[in-house]
């Protein structure tokens, strides 16, 4: 990878796995992820999505946005920034979090690495630097983004345990959910954490870039009897669906990118209320969101069973099928539910828990375009929430 | 729980504030942090038995309500001078005074004279829709609040009802630049200078900058009349603080606060210097906006897009002030002894006070910089020894930070400035005593003004009204429950008027009774 001075020569960077992932890519699918050359799919979407559920499967997520906090404020400013508590992420330890505007509109969600004492690595979807360091006015704290010197691996599967336990990773098994910790691998520091976006047991295995190389034969190399593959960035978005997990761009629009009044959400419009922690004195978005949580929101994003196989893509949202009420943000044929789901996001207070609610769903068949007013019931919980995310140590698979 | 409101700073604005809301009934103690209270309408020595006012050195009219509902001349505000003409100064001694919307002068025609007044009269009239504006708390834009929708429509019809032509012209030259407009209006080059002056006084603009035209205004919201206070500026601040204790207020000098108590989002009293803890049900901050949010509160209490809007709020100085003592009165050329009295400006054209701003853009100080003068000591004996004299200007332009450091520079603009007054009158050099020059730091310093910019923020359209200081403070309240803003970098802006403090004590009357 170029970088410095002469990033500009290269128009699309290519991440530290470049020269194992391309060999690899049967299709040559790539497309650009924040500048980088990402797959979208190596071979197969439906197998890679297997692999997830079934084996394990290895995700470049180098491109990442990564942010080194470190600084006698760290803690106070990520409390300033974020919606929740940072003082219960222990070090060693991964929160989701969420960070919002002053009028309590998320601008981008994703997690905090507790790194060390006092050391915080913040991941997130958009680049968020410049916001940092607005937040950082009036606080003791240093702020780098390493995206390009840190590389990730997302490892995800039922044998993950197994196969990083055969790489060498003693005690890896160990490691609860959103734990974090390290590992010497060949002379260099290899940090795994127990972290993922599939809702799946799985790891994520971050490294120098010099040492990339190394990781993914050594990986590989222990995976291949537990049925090791890559995987692209549509596997990883059917998963991610299943598991419920929101992405800036898609489900929601960053408020810093956004133009149109109503076009951005607040955590509680997104089901983050979880997230927001009131007893907190301050962060950026407390007053708008206490008042919002007394007035009550506009908005909410609802878990949809859709009738039928057609997946919901993009579809209005209909309450008793006359009136326009919100829009599928997210929507696939889930495998593993064995269920047509969907992400929507829904104007208050329609689709209330066990509301129903209606998709108007265009597909085609045989080049004939056909509509569809899709029964949609609004879940609760999870679409696909295995046991086996949670058991530590991991079972044996 | 306390039901004691303090006031940081005893400015004059924060004494207005106070005697309001000791006439309502509120328990109010001001914490100055220096000797005297006044802020910058204060009058302090500056050499052995030489008194100046330290800081604002004319009175360009207190708000008229302020004056008649505390009764300041009960409490000891008397003028020596309520209408002080302004003299541009030739080099040639071509003097042109301007009294109201009269210019005399020997090589005026009475074409300029006509024009003159019409471009006064025009300004005045716009002028006075300002001052209307001024006297109410600007609209909350985007909230939905049916008064702040009703304060809109107000606006509209107030500007509507200059009628169709001045409504027209109006809109036309707000957001311009006074150049163009005196360009367009008059020919008489001093006469020009002299009106370009007025609009960028204090400012950090030239006459070519955009907004000069409402700085212009905005000298002229208060009838555009100087006068001077027996005994100084200070006076001014001796009166106010008079009236605020005679309503029931305690005011308390020398107790410097350094924090405003936040808990839980409201603020809850302060720090003072010394460490003392005061508690109060709410705090109105007489300091400018970056001083009390990002010094007194600190911007970790503060939400990220708050804090950041307030740290960009434009306030870095460019006047500096010349105390000289003299030992007589100088002699102008051509001037006659009586008009030394009046104000006299040096800004000889346009282009001249232009170029001296040009410096300052570059951190450096104007090599022929525009001065406002006074000897207050000719209508005011008392701020001198006997036979002696006071002379007090605003020199322009000094940017905050010289480039080369002030402690560098400070002669070289002193000796500039004196050159400056030689040429005008030759014999003024040998009269001085002492000189005091204070740079906008060394007013940063004395007067707690960050960027020691008089006017609290830069008096511009995207600080203005609804935006001053910054939107979501603009109402006299703050993101900080129980906070508010009294000062001049709050509506309606600088100049000693005591608006700001009046309106904030109505804001603090109307939100502090809602349970």
Known sequence: MTRGKEHFRETVLKTPFHSRTAPLNKLNDWHRWKNYTTAGSYFDVSLEYFAIRNSCSVFDLTPMTKHRITGADALPFLNRLVTRNVDKIKPGRV?????????GQVIDDGTIFHLRPGEYRLCSQERQLDWLQRSALGFDVKI???????????????????????MGLTGIEALKPYGLTYFDFQGAELMVSRTGFTGDLGYELWIAPAAAEALWDGLFAAGRH???????????????????????????????????PNRTRSPFELGLGWLVDFKKPNFTGRRALKAESERGSKYHLVKLDVEGNKPARDAFVYNRRKKVVGTVTSAVWSPSAKANIALASVEMPWGLSGDELFAEIYYQRELKWTRLMARCQVVDGIFFDPPRKRATPPGDF | MTERIIIVGGGHNGLVCAAYLARAGKQVLVLEAAETVGGAARTREFAPGFQVSACAHLLWGLDPRVTRELNLARHGLRLVEENLGTVALAEDGQHLTIRDDRVDGTMLSSADQAAFRAYRDRMARFAALLAKLYGRRPPRLGGGDWTD?????RMGLDIRLLGREDMREFLRIAGINIFDVLEESLQHPLLKGALALDAVLGSHLGPRSNNSVLTALHRLSRGGRASLPAGGMGSVGAALSAAAQDAGADVRTGAPVTRIVVEAGRATGVVLGNGESLAASAVVSNADPKTTFLNLVGAAELETGFANKIHHVRMRGDAAKLHLALDGLPTFTHLAPTALAERLVIAPDLPYVERAFDHAKYGEYSTHPVLEVTVPTIKDSSLAPDGKHVLSAIVQYAPYEHKAGWAQARAGFLQVIMDTLARYAPDLPGLVSHAELLTPADIEAEFRITGGHW????LALDQFLMLRPVPGAAQYHTPVDGLYLCGAGAHPGGGVMGTAGANAAAAVIAREKRP
């Open chain 1, 144 to 166: 780098k983004e390493e995206t390009h010197e840190v590389a990730g691996l997302a490892f995800q599967g039922p044998t993950t345990c197994a196969v990083l336990k055969q």
């Open chain 2, 149 to 153: 929708l009703l304060g809109v429509g």
């Open chain 1, 226 to 260: 537990y049925g090791i593959t890559p995987m692209g960035n549509q596997a990883l978005d059917i998963a991610r669906i299943e598991a419920g997990f929101i992405q800036a761009g898609v489900d929601f629009l960053p408020a810093d990118v956004a133009v149109r």
């Open chain 1, 95 to 103: 929160g989701y979090a969420v960070w919002c505007d002053d009028a």
């Open chain 2, 455 to 458: 006017h609290h923020g830069e």
